[in-house]
């Protein structure tokens, strides 16, 4: 019963939480979005992939799903600001975002929904030690970090 309501729950969100943006913004998922026709992808952190989920006790946790959600309800009807940092080999732009001055991957990272990617940057580190240290989040839950969950599931379609 509670896995049904988990997942009505995910499907409500993504037909309900799906904030007013104005017609120049999409968001991906927790880590990328898609401003005036150029796809962000938020420099310094990693958000699980859309399709990843978590476990928290016995429940799966659509936590690539919430993930999404919780920067749609973030960004609201604003539209986000955005520092470039460059580009990366997938030619999107890497850049810092903010909504009202505060900065959207330090949120993310903060209330557990994104990683510090320490593999490019130790910005956000702070804000995840935060999130760990106060279980917040994702680290309740078991899960894979999204570069191994990326890896994990590159390895599956290769089998």
Known sequence: MKKLSLILFSVLCLLFCNVGFADSLRVIDGDTIVLNGEKIRFAGIDAP????????????????????VLLKKKIGKETPKCISEGKDRY???????FVNGESLSSFLVRHGYAFAYRKYSKKF????EYAKKNK?????????????????????KIS
Do not use: H
């Not at 030619?91 to 975002?97: I, P, S």
């Open 125 to 128: 580190v702070k804000d995840e």
């Open 91 to 97: 030619g999107r732009t890497l850049a810092e975002c």
């Open 49 to 68: 992939e859309y399709d990843q989920d978590c476990i928290n006790g016995d429940e799966k946790v659509f936590c690539g799903v919430f993930s999404t």
């Open 136 to 156: 917040i989040g994702m680290w309740i839950m078991q899960f894979e970090f999204p570069w191994d969950f990326r890896k994990n599931k590159s390895k599956k």
